[in-house]
């Protein structure tokens, strides 16, 4: 029995993870590979990690993310479509 709900349970997540697709959000609006792109500056992973693990301590939360400060809004960057009444903003954020 355990077998078998592990089973439903594992094809029916793969199912959503698989539901994903690169259809446009509006019937009509273009594809998100002709969108604008900014690639961030590339982070030294290696040293990231070594800081982190050398402040590891009891009761101090792990750091996941690294904060890089950016001047990025609708106005300056991505590009706008009108859709009858919407407007889309789309903007592709590269972080290497």
Do not use: Y
């Amino acid at each position: 029995m355990r077998k078998a709900s592990f089973l439903f349970i594992f094809v029916m997540a793969t199912g959503f993870l698989l539901g994903q697709n690169q259809h446009p959000i509006f019937p009509g609006s273009s594809k998100l590979e002709s969108s604008s792109r900014i690639t961030l500056p590339t982070l030294d992973n290696d040293q990231l990690k070594g800081t982190e693990l050398s402040a590891r301590a009891p009761g101090r939360a792990p750091r996941f993310a690294e904060n890089i400060e950016v001047d990025i809004n609708p106005l300056t960057h991505g590009q706008w479509e009108e859709m009858g009444d919407r407007s889309i903003w789309r903007l592709v954020i590269n972080s290497p």
